[in-house]
């Protein structure tokens, strides 16, 4: 089964996705996820990346859609594959087509997270996420012990109230 998670930036689709996958059978493709170790890895795909999140701005749709494709051939979403942060453009989603047909697969569900900004604002401005396996938690400070994986809790630049209102700005255009 292949689901597709939509809305704004901390709506909690990246709670839920891990959620859904496991009670498919599915695997989480969350492309912020993504993005996130190639930085930390400093590979090109992350050098690329880096400016236009710290900003709060999209990454260019090739390299997005390059990413899912890629991630889709792999054994691990033979099952199925929740996807977390895609599509975010509607050239992403025309390509999102083409991607999906690749790898032989149909979207069975799309799922809306529909919350107001005034919640994401107060989400974002107090989550941390685990620099390890990226876990969100709300309500947790810098510094703690992830939950899962013993991994250090940290803020995201993105999560700063300049970047917040960009990605709301950039969500809604
Ligand atoms: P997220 O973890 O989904 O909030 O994504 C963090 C950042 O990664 C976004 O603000 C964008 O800079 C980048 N990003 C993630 N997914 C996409 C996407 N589908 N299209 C463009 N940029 C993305």
Redesign the pocket.
């Given at each position: 089964m292949n689901i597709l998670l939509f809305g704004k930036?901390g709506a909690g689709?990246?709670t839920q996705a891990p959620k859904l996958a496991e009670s498919l059978g599915a695997a989480t493709l969350?492309?912020?996820?993504v993005?996130?170790s190639a930085v930390r890895e400093g590979t090109p795909l992350g050098r690329k990346?880096k400016e236009?999140?710290d900003r709060?701005?999209?990454?260019p749709?090739d390299v997005?859609l390059g990413v899912v494709g890629e991630a889709l051939a792999r054994p691990e979403y033979a099952r199925g594959a929740v996807l977390?942060?895609?599509?975010?453009?509607v050239p992403?989603a025309e390509g999102m087509h083409r991607v999906l047909k690749a790898s032989g697969r149909t979207l069975d569900a799309v799922v809306y997270f529909d919350i107001d900004n005034d919640h994401i604002v107060e989400r974002l401005s107090g989550r941390t996420v685990c620099e390890k396996c990226q876990t969100p938690y709300t309500g947790r400070n810098a510094g703690e012990a992830c939950d899962k994986c013993g991994g250090t809790l940290v803020r995201r630049k993105?999560d700063e109230p300049d970047a917040i209102r960009n990605?709301l700005k950039?969500y809604e255009a």
């Open positions: 930036p689709k990246g969350a492309t912020g996820d993005l996130r990346a236009f999140m709060g701005d999209l990454v749709d997005i977390d942060g895609v599509v975010r453009t992403q993105d990605r950039v």
